[in-house]
Each structure stands twice: as C-alpha cells, then as structure tokens.
C-alpha cells in the first residue's frame, strides 16, 4: 500500500470520526405488547470542534425484540442528566448553559407527558455551588422512590472573601470572611479540578426548597442513591485528610461507604473503615446494598471485590472476593470496573450484571448475590468486547465492537432459571464491520530470564490489528503499549487505531504483565519493576509478530501516551535504531521530577517499588530510584525521532516531562517536534486537538517510513 498523502489521511479521520457511539439505553415502557428504548450517542463533529450528543428512541415487539419503529435521531443541548422517574411518568432534566452576562445558569426542569411542568433557577436559591456534571465520582442525579425529591451532588458553598483593607460600606460585615481571598482551594486533580467540597442536596420538588445535608465533614460525597423507604440517602465518602491526591483513575484512594439517616441527621459508615471503596447499587427489593471494595494504596486501579450490605441487619459480606491469578480462556479474571450500571438486577433482586475486564476483553457477567457464583453472559456470534447499558425486567441491552466493528446495541431476554443458556439477541443499531481490517489474539509467556521472582506463574497477551487490502505481505508496524500502566487494551473500537489501519499500517496492542484483568498478582507483580519488566514485555511481543513474520521488522514504529509515553522513551533509549520514528502524549520521562508537580505523587513512589504515605519526603536512596527507572537515563542512546505531544492543562503528568525530554534530544541533534494543545488534559481529546494530533502522528511516521 502506497504512502498516504496528507489529504488522504485527513479523509480517512473525518470518515472514521463520524461514526456515532451509544452512550445510555434505557427501556422505557414493557408490557405484553410493546417495548420502548430509549438510547443517547455521541458523535465528533470537525466543523463545529465539538462533540455532538442526540437521541434515538426504537419501539419493539415484545414477543421477540424485533423492530417496529425508529426515530430519526434528535439532538441534545445544554442536558448534564436527564432522569426518569421510578414509574416512568416524569423526567428531570439537569441543563447547564451561559447567559449573555457571562454568568453560568443552571436549571432543573420536571417534566411529564411531554409537558414542562416546572422549572427550578437552582443557583439563584444560593444554597451551593455548581451541580457537578456526569463523572463516574461526583456525578448525581437521581429521584425518590416516591418521586417527589431529588438528590445531587453540588460543590459546598464557600464563603465571601475580601482584602483586608476593602472598606465597601454597602456588604454587610458579617457575611465576608477577610484576609483570605488568595487561600488555595484543594481539589481533586486532574479533570476534577474545581471540585473540592462535594455535598449531597435534596431538592423538594412540590416546594422548590433545597436541603444541603451535613455530613462528615473531612470527606467528599459522590454516587448518592436512596436509602429504602426514602428514609436517607447512601453515598460514597472520599478521605480529605491530610490532603486530597488526584482521585480520577484512581480507585486506592481512602473513602467509605456512608448511610445519611433523614430522622436522625446522624451520618454512619457501613463499610469497613481503612479501606478504599466505588460504585453502589441498591436492589430492586431495597433489601441489598452491593459496592466494590479494595485496600488503600498500590496500583492505582486493581481487582476489587464485591460487597454486600443487608439493609435489616446493615451487616456486610464478601460476595466475590478478589481474583489473584486468571489464565488464558478463563471465563471470569475478577472484577475491575468502575461503577455499575444505573439499572443491573434482575427482578427477583438475586442477580446483578456488570461487565469487567477479562484478559484482553471485556465480558457481560451475572452475579448470582445469593450463592455468590458468577455467570459469563455470551454476545452470541459477537466475539470483541461488549459493556451492560441496561437491565429491566430482565431484558439486558449490550453496547457491543472490535478493533473491525464500531460500537452497535443488542437486546436479548434472560432466563433466570438458566442463566448459562443461550441468549438470542436481537440487534438495535446496525453492526457495521469496517471491510478488510482484521485482528488476533495472542497469549505471550516470559522468558526464563524475564519471569517475576515474586508472581512466577504469569502471561500477558498482545492483539494485532491489521488492514488486509495492504497489498504489502509485510506491512510497517505501530507498536503501541497503553497508559496507566494499570489499565488495558480490550478489543473494543477505538479510532486511532482504525485510523491507522486505514493509513496502511498493521497495530501492536500490548497488555504487558501490570495489565487489569489478568488477576491481582499480574497488577502487583509490576510495583518495583516498571522501565524493566513492561519494557521486555513490549519488546517480546514486537518480536513475536516479526518471527512469525507478520510485519516488517526493519519498519516498526512506536506509539504511546502517559505511561504508554513512559514506555515509548525507555524503548527508543533502550533498544537504538530498532524504530524508524516514534510519538507519545503527555509522557512521563523522568521520575524524579515527578514527586512534586504531579496530582499523584503516590503513583511515583508505589510504582518504583516504594511504599507511600502523605508524609513521604524525597530523599537520595529514592532519587536515585527514580532515576534509574526513567527514561532519561537513556536519553545518550536515542537515535530515534520523536514527536512529542501535551496538554497543556495536564496536572497528572506535567507538561515539563515532555519538554526536558524534547531539549535533551535537540541538544543531541536528535530529530523532535514538540507539540503543545491548549485547553487540553491528560487526553488529549478535545475534538479539534485529538483530529489535528492523529494526522501530525502518521504524517510523522510517514516521514521516516521507507516507500
């Protein structure tokens, strides 16, 4: 296949990023006739530099889920939730916009039979801040079981402040606190970071009055639900003392299960203290409380285990403990999502389905709560990865793709007598695979000299995607690791990597040994080893596909972001001259100047080998740890261009890692390009920047590739 052009590959992208994604289905009406769902998609738009959300709403036969009806789709605007009512008969709408002052408005608006019925100025009450949008922490809606209340979660109000010496006669005294107007305002980090006091209220919808409820008052609320009876709410808590660390993609951090009770006002821990805690649900018979447990510190995402509460007796047991060791083709590797779905159980209340990491994929599972045993949900002929949107009346709703397929919904019934059984699924959007583009699984074991002295008896597993109209029989090579390092490549859709299918290049996934849904052995076997043990595993996997020659070996290249980006600089310093060019996103490159600019300095300490607590302070032994595990230690050895890309509003990793890396190498006359992306994070995904950076990368590797 010919080199693409630069006008070709801006072709390919705008193709590519046009395909929607479902995000939400919900079903909305069942009976003996009919079914309503109700689905949400989100899509990139390249002209408008923005993503655009809409609704599609399909009307089935009950009798075997086939379609009768579609809508055309209907866009949403300024809509931060929007809930249905236990019954169905009312929806609330969060929507969120900007006046012509500049001030930001936020309303909450009941409606019913397609009705507005009311509509509620919830910051002009003034009883908080902001209600915080849809994120997996902080991010609550959500109504009564009566349907007359609803309980968010808003940032706390804060105080007034003002100088010392502003002599205003017309504020009244009382209500500013001087002196502290400069004060820092911790908050959680990246992508949080205006989030600091997050507090549960309780809006009365039939009086418009607003309670914010006095919880604990050193932790910050979040997934709030409805206690039985609407007696209370429960909710997580996350630990402010001593100080907050980044909480996103981070679920080691100290938090617990809390039960506010409305009569006593008393707030109660139900989980077991010193432990880290996410995603609740309450069953449909409001007798179980279930939520996923971990110890505190480690790896920054690990095998969980799931909890149960009896509501009567509020006592608490292990429903699935956690899974230390998996191996290839097992059905189930533990759990490791981070919430449930909104809607999981079944109607008799004994199963809830999830879906988790399972090796290199990601499963649809039911979890008998009762006789804690756990049962693989099969996607039919469906063989990439599938998420659960939706359980009711037992009916479940699949989002299902692969690295060929974009993502498409699937509908089928359960049969709860036998939850094994065959499902027949019935599909909802259509599954429209991408022609000519293929992938493999394939399970790697280490070497004699590569095996873990602590966790011996552990594999990793690499997929390679490739575009079978190359007319080349062995096509250039994309090496791409991920990021975390404890998070994985499943096989799932995902548009880079299509994209660079499309622009003539076969793609290396690697899910090095650290990976999630390999078992909790394989996360902490890479504590104490990363620049070492994930660097070989990346290695080995490039050579197994060159031995089999399924690629060019003298064509390969390297891709990676955060601790992808991490392992991209180890391996060009590493091995010089094995890659024709290379490109990371936000990379960390030298630890040791990570400690103190980073939102999470424990991820530093913890993955070089180190234990930490807030109190840690840098010193030489760990310095020189640091150091040695940093790819700037190899920087003398780098022979391979660089394209290096940031955020620049990154706290996770600082943008300073990837500017001493990219100095280093120009002072080498090392080929490099620096690119910085404002109003940009870690992801670098605002849709104008995430479009620009994927073009920039080929043409980059491009430039290096041999015709």
């Given at each position: 296949m010919a080199v693409k052009q630069m006008e070709e590959i801006v072709e390919i992208y705008r193709n590519l990023s046009s395909i929607s994604q479902p995000t939400l289905a919900r079903v909305r009406i069942n009976n003996d006739q009919f079914l309503a769902v109700y689905t949400e998609w989100t899509q990139r738009d390249l002209e408008k530099a923005e993503k655009t959300n809409f609704t599609r709403n399909y009307i089935l036969n009950a009798?075997?889920?086939s379609i009768l009806l579609s809508t055309p789709a209907q866009e949403i605007k300024n809509e931060l939730f929007n809930v249905e009512s236990p019954s169905g008969k009312f929806q609330a709408i969060l929507r969120s916009w900007t006046n012509k002052k500049g001030d930001e408005k936020q309303f909450i608006e009941i409606w019913n039979n397609g009705r507005k019925v009311k509509n509620f100025d919830i910051l002009a009450k003034e009883k908080h801040g902001k209600i915080n949008n849809k994120d997996i922490n902080f991010g609550s809606f959500q109504w009564s079981y009566s349907e007359q209340k609803l309980a968010y979660v808003a940032e706390k109000k804060k105080p007034k402040t003002g100088s010392y010496f502003d002599n205003k006669e017309d504020e009244k005294k009382d209500d500013i606190v001087k002196g502290h107007e400069h004060d820092v305002l911790e908050d959680w980090g990246e992508q949080l970071t205006k989030k600091s006091k997050p507090v549960v209220c309780i809006l009365d919808i039939s009086t418009g009055s607003v309670d914010v409820l006095e919880t604990a008052e050193n932790?910050?609320?979040?997934q709030v639900l409805w206690c039985p009876n609407d007696s209370g709410v429960v909710f997580v808590g996350w630990d402010?003392?001593?100080f907050r660390l980044g909480l996103k993609y981070c679920?080691?951090?100290?938090?617990?299960?809390?039960h506010y009770d409305f009569e006593s006002k008393k707030t109660v821990l139900l989980s077991d203290d010193g432990r880290a805690v996410h995603a609740l649900s309450i069953s449909p018979d409001q007798s179980k409380l279930v939520y996923m447990d971990q110890p505190i510190g480690g790896g920054h995402k690990q095998c969980s285990r799931l909890m149960m509460v009896d509501w009567k007796t509020k006592t608490r047991q292990v429903v699935i403990d956690i899974v230390n060791t998996t191996k290839a083709g097992g059905d189930f590797c533990g759990m490791y999502f981070d919430e449930f779905p909104v809607r999981c159980w079944s109607t008799d209340s004994t199963y809830v389905f999830i879906d988790t990491n399972r090796r290199s994929q990601v499963g649809a599972f039911g979890i008998n709560v009762v006789n804690k045993t756990v049962h693989p949900i099969s996607a039919g002929s469906h063989c990439g990865s599938v998420n659960v949107l939706d359980v009711y009346k037992d009916r479940i709703i699949l989002s299902c793709s692969s690295p060929n397929t974009p993502h498409f919904l699937m509908i089928g019934n359960l049969n709860l007598k036998n939850i094994g059984e065959s499902?027949?699924?019935?599909?909802?959007?259509?599954?429209?695979?991408?022609?000519?583009?293929?992938y493999d699984l394939t399970v790697l074991q280490p070497t004699v000299d590569r095996v873990n002295t602590n966790y011996g008896n552990l594999d990793c597993e690499s997929i390679l995607i490739s575009n079978k109209e190359n007319s080349i029989s062995k096509p250039p090579l994309i090496l791409f690791p991920h990021g975390g390092p404890h998070t994985t490549f499943d096989t799932s859709f995902m548009l880079y990597v299509a994209g660079f299918c499309r622009s003539g290049y076969s793609v290396l996934l690697v899910n090095y040994r650290g990976s999630l849904g390999f078992g909790q052995n394989s996360v902490n076997s890479l504590l104490g080893n990363i620049g070492d043990q994930d660097v070989k595993d990346v290695k080995a996997a490039l050579d197994d596909v060159i031995q089999?020659?399924?690629v060019d070996g003298d064509q390969v290249f390297v891709f990676g972001g955060s601790h992808g980006g991490f392992l991209t600089t180890h391996l060009i310093g590493q091995y010089p001259g094995l890659f024709k060019a290379a490109c990371c996103r936000n990379p960390v490159t030298n630890l040791t100047g990570m400690t103190n600019t980073t939102d999470?300095?424990?991820?530093?300490?913890e993955e070089c080998g180190m234990k930490y607590c807030h109190s840690s302070v840098i010193n030489t032994q760990a310095l020189e740890e640091m150091f040695n595990r940093s790819p700037i230690r190899y920087v003398d050895q780098v022979?391979?261009?660089?394209?290096l890309m940031i955020g620049k509003d990154d706290l996770r990793v600082p943008p300073t890692q990837a500017r001493e890396y990219y100095r280093a190498l120009k002072s080498r006359q090392i080929p490099t390009r620096l690119i910085e992306y404002e109003d940009n994070s870690h992801p670098i995904t605002k849709v104008d920047s995430e479009a620009d950076a994927f073009v920039n990368i080929v043409l980059w590797y491009n430039k290096y590739r041999t015709s």
């Open positions: 009798s075997d889920n932790v910050s609320c979040g402010h003392d001593p679920t080691q951090r100290k938090s617990g299960v809390y499902i027949k699924w019935s599909k909802l959007s259509e599954e429209m695979p991408l022609p000519n583009i293929s089999r020659e399924l999470i300095p424990d991820w530093v300490w022979k391979t261009p660089l394209l």
